[in-house]
């Protein structure tokens, strides 16, 4: 049998680059698909694309609410942002168009998700505190 090397693939054209930070966020696996979906589509220029929720649903095998609350959650953690855009039919008629997505830097994304573990981490030291104090509170009430 005689071995054929693989063909040779243009690395701008057929990969794209997946942040290794995005595995820091806690991402639901459905929100890190539409995510690499959107990463895949997008202008390398402009950072920007604009696939229906279907076109989305379809390379994911999700439904089109799945995808629009995907979508949502990457918005909520700054990973993307969306626009409405407007087309004119045939006819002349405005219609709503598909959003365009905008991918945002993921270091603003990590450091959202930062702030939020630093709060959380303030909220769990106030309880013990808290919860100290009303234990020490306590113990001197019944020994009085």
């Known amino acids: 049998m005689k071995y054929t090397p693989r063909p040779k693939r243009d690395p701008i054209k057929n990969y794209f680059q997946l942040p290794n930070e995005i595995f820091l966020l806690g991402l639901s696996p459905g929100a890190l698909a539409v995510y690499s979906y959107l990463l895949c589509c997008e202008n390398r220029k402009t950072y920007q694309c604009w696939p229906s929720y279907k076109t989305i649903g379809r390379a994911v095998r999700m439904s089109a609410n ?18 409405s855009t407007t087309v004119i039919t045939k006819a002349g008629l405005k219609r709503n168009g598909n959003l365009l997505y905008t991918i945002r830097p993921i270091q603003l994304a990590l450091d959202q998700f930062y702030e939020q573990q630093l ?4 909220v769990a030291a106030e309880r013990q505190r808290v919860a100290k104090a009303l234990a020490l509170h306590s113990n001197s009430a019944h020994s009085a």
């Not at 799945?66 to 626009?83: D, M």
């Open 119 to 122: 709060a959380q981490i303030d």
């Open 66 to 83: 799945t995808i629009r609350k995907y979508v949502c959650e990457l918005e909520e953690r700054r990973l993307i942002s969306t626009e």
